[in-house]
Protein backbone atom coordinates (compact mmCIF):
# COMPACT_ATOMS: atom_id res chain seq x y z
CA UNK A 1 0.00 0.00 0.00
CA UNK A 2 1.23 3.04 -0.98
CA UNK A 3 1.54 6.16 1.42
CA UNK A 4 3.04 9.59 0.92
CA UNK A 5 2.82 12.09 3.74
CA UNK A 6 3.70 15.28 3.99
CA UNK A 7 4.78 18.03 5.99
CA UNK A 8 6.96 21.48 5.78
CA UNK A 9 4.69 24.38 4.20
CA UNK A 10 3.35 27.37 5.65
CA UNK A 11 3.65 31.17 5.31
CA UNK A 12 7.02 32.74 4.50
CA UNK A 13 7.79 36.14 3.46
CA UNK A 14 9.20 37.22 -0.08
CA UNK A 15 12.78 36.00 -0.55
CA UNK A 16 12.32 33.28 2.93
CA UNK A 17 12.75 29.69 2.33
CA UNK A 18 10.81 26.39 3.10
CA UNK A 19 11.52 22.61 3.60
CA UNK A 20 8.88 20.09 1.88
CA UNK A 21 9.18 16.60 3.26
CA UNK A 22 7.54 13.33 1.54
CA UNK A 23 7.65 10.07 3.79
CA UNK A 24 7.02 7.25 1.48
CA UNK A 25 5.69 3.59 2.39
CA UNK A 26 5.05 0.87 -0.19
CA UNK A 27 7.80 1.43 -2.56
CA UNK A 28 11.63 2.52 -1.95
CA UNK A 29 12.86 5.93 -3.41
CA UNK A 30 16.14 4.23 -4.77
CA UNK A 31 14.20 2.76 -7.33
CA UNK A 32 11.16 4.67 -7.96
CA UNK A 33 10.55 7.89 -9.03
CA UNK A 34 9.25 10.59 -7.05
CA UNK A 35 8.48 14.34 -7.10
CA UNK A 36 6.35 17.17 -6.15
CA UNK A 37 3.80 18.74 -8.00
CA UNK A 38 1.70 22.04 -6.76
CA UNK A 39 -1.67 23.42 -7.37
CA UNK A 40 -2.45 27.49 -7.40
CA UNK A 41 -5.88 29.03 -7.42
CA UNK A 42 -7.10 29.07 -10.61
CA UNK A 43 -4.29 27.04 -12.28
CA UNK A 44 -3.63 23.28 -13.21
CA UNK A 45 -1.91 21.20 -11.07
CA UNK A 46 2.36 21.22 -12.83
CA UNK A 47 5.07 19.43 -12.42
CA UNK A 48 7.67 21.47 -10.11
CA UNK A 49 10.73 19.00 -9.28
CA UNK A 50 11.18 15.02 -9.65
CA UNK A 51 14.23 13.12 -8.51
CA UNK A 52 14.88 9.56 -10.32
CA UNK A 53 14.98 6.71 -8.50
CA UNK A 54 18.25 4.41 -9.92
CA UNK A 55 21.07 7.51 -10.53
CA UNK A 56 18.96 10.48 -8.90
CA UNK A 57 19.18 12.44 -11.63
CA UNK A 58 16.70 15.31 -11.03
CA UNK A 59 14.11 17.52 -12.99
CA UNK A 60 12.79 21.38 -12.67
CA UNK A 61 10.64 23.44 -13.75
CA UNK A 62 11.74 26.38 -15.25
CA UNK A 63 9.94 28.19 -12.64
CA UNK A 64 11.81 27.15 -9.95
CA UNK A 65 15.40 26.55 -11.60
CA UNK A 66 18.14 27.73 -9.33
CA UNK A 67 15.90 28.23 -6.52
CA UNK A 68 14.43 24.81 -5.35
CA UNK A 69 16.53 21.97 -4.59
CA UNK A 70 15.08 18.36 -4.19
CA UNK A 71 16.84 15.56 -2.10
CA UNK A 72 15.99 12.36 -0.73
CA UNK A 73 16.97 10.13 2.40
CA UNK A 74 17.08 6.62 1.34
CA UNK A 75 17.50 5.21 4.52
CA UNK A 76 14.77 7.10 5.63
CA UNK A 77 12.41 6.59 2.75
CA UNK A 78 11.95 10.18 2.21
CA UNK A 79 11.94 12.97 -0.28
CA UNK A 80 12.76 17.12 0.35
CA UNK A 81 11.91 19.89 -1.40
CA UNK A 82 14.43 23.07 -0.64
CA UNK A 83 13.11 26.04 -1.53
CA UNK A 84 14.94 29.02 -1.56
CA UNK A 85 14.55 32.72 -2.69
CA UNK A 86 10.15 31.94 -2.72
CA UNK A 87 8.22 34.61 -4.72
CA UNK A 88 4.90 35.39 -4.22
CA UNK A 89 4.05 33.32 -7.75
CA UNK A 90 4.79 30.21 -5.93
CA UNK A 91 2.12 30.15 -3.63
CA UNK A 92 -0.02 27.00 -4.04
CA UNK A 93 -0.48 23.86 -2.66
CA UNK A 94 2.22 21.35 -2.69
CA UNK A 95 1.58 17.39 -3.54
CA UNK A 96 4.15 14.64 -3.31
CA UNK A 97 3.83 12.29 -6.00
CA UNK A 98 4.34 8.87 -7.11
CA UNK A 99 3.40 6.88 -10.15
CA UNK A 100 5.80 3.65 -10.89
CA UNK A 101 8.22 5.18 -13.31
CA UNK A 102 11.90 5.38 -13.20
CA UNK A 103 12.23 8.14 -14.92
CA UNK A 104 12.05 11.53 -12.42
CA UNK A 105 11.84 13.86 -15.88
CA UNK A 106 9.18 11.58 -16.96
CA UNK A 107 7.03 11.88 -14.11
CA UNK A 108 7.30 15.44 -13.66
CA UNK A 109 6.09 15.48 -17.07
CA UNK A 110 3.33 13.25 -16.76
CA UNK A 111 -0.37 14.48 -16.83
CA UNK A 112 -1.81 14.71 -13.19
CA UNK A 113 -4.49 12.75 -13.97
CA UNK A 114 -2.29 10.12 -14.84
CA UNK A 115 -0.74 10.06 -11.13
CA UNK A 116 -1.42 7.26 -9.34
CA UNK A 117 -0.67 8.38 -5.92
CA UNK A 118 -0.97 11.71 -4.17
CA UNK A 119 0.17 13.18 -1.11
CA UNK A 120 -2.00 15.07 1.13
CA UNK A 121 -0.74 18.22 -0.26
CA UNK A 122 0.57 21.33 2.10
CA UNK A 123 -0.16 24.92 1.62
CA UNK A 124 2.68 27.10 0.93
CA UNK A 125 2.16 31.13 1.28
CA UNK A 126 4.59 33.43 0.28
CA UNK A 127 3.29 36.99 1.18
CA UNK A 128 4.60 40.01 3.15
Known amino acids: QVQLVESGGGLVQPGGSLRLSCAASGFTVDYYAIGWFRQAPGKEREGVSCITGSDGSTYYADSVKGRFTISRDNAKNTVYLQMNSLKPEDTAVYYC?????????????????????WGQGTQVTVSS
Open 97 to 117: AFKPYRSGDGLCRARPYSINY
